[in-house]
T-cell receptor, first 113, second 109 residues
């Protein structure tokens, strides 16, 4: 079966711009989580959606937002980009019970210049 | 706030040797995950541990979970070069998970 698909794979943006990243989970998976990975901070939790509802949110500023659609696809948006937002953004999907673990997408590499 | 500590952060091993990576966490949880990440790649799921005393093995890797001690271990047996990667533990937390800092493993001939 198809895995978790993230688009685009690479992005270069200018400070002050905004960006939208997309994540299509494994078919049947209703939970989608987003993580930011940087060399300095490691893997940090952004937010998690289940059935179009945000259930958890990490400690990120309000410039980071997300949403989930009825088909479980999710988007995250970062407004007013800063240089420090340069990172690998990963999404992970799981079934309604996370006992089978999470499957990660290939990630979107965002570079802010 | 849940804290997840991995050690060591860097590990250089010789082929054929054994070693253990430790993952301690600060709050009760009965879900523990291990992932592998190769440079420039995403995370690959290795193990899902769901109960106290759980032990899982795949090839040269074996993971265990002690929920009372809030400790998980990833044991590497007779390391080979192909195991060189960064290994992360993650603890289940509020419908999601929190990651340790990762252990960068290098296996040398």
């Amino acid at each position: 079966k198809a895995g978790v698909t993230q688009t685009p794979r690479y992005l270069i943006k200018t400070r002050g711009q905004q960006v939208t990243l997309s994540c299509s989970p494994i078919s049947g998976h209703r939970s989608v989580s987003w993580y930011q990975q940087t060399p300095g901070q490691g893997l940090q939790f952004l937010f998690e959606y289940f059935s179009e509802t945000q259930r958890n949110k990490g400690n990120f500023p309000g410039r980071f937002s997300g949403r989930q659609f009825s088909n479980s696809r999710s988007e995250m948006n970062v407004s007013t980009l800063e240089l420090g937002d340069s990172a690998l953004y990963l999404c992970a999907s799981s079934s309604s019970t996370p006992n089978y673990g999470y499957t990660f997408g290939s990630g979107t590499r965002l570079t802010v210049v | 706030e849940l804290k997840v500590e991995q050690n060591p952060l860097f590990l250089s091993m010789q082929e054929g040797k054994n070693y253990t990576i430790y993952c301690n966490y600060s709050t009760t949880s009965d879900r523990l995950y291990w992932y592998r990440q190769d440079p420039g790649k995403s995370l690959e799921s290795l193990f899902v541990l769901l109960s106290n005393g759980a032990v899982k093995q795949e090839g040269r890797l074996m993971a265990s979970l002690d929920t009372k001690a809030r400790l998980s271990t990833l044991h590497i047996t007779a390391a080979v070069h192909d195991l060189s990667a960064t290994y992360f533990c993650a603890v289940g937390w509020n419908n999601d998970m929190r990651f340790g800092a990762g252990t960068r493993l290098t296996v040398k001939p």
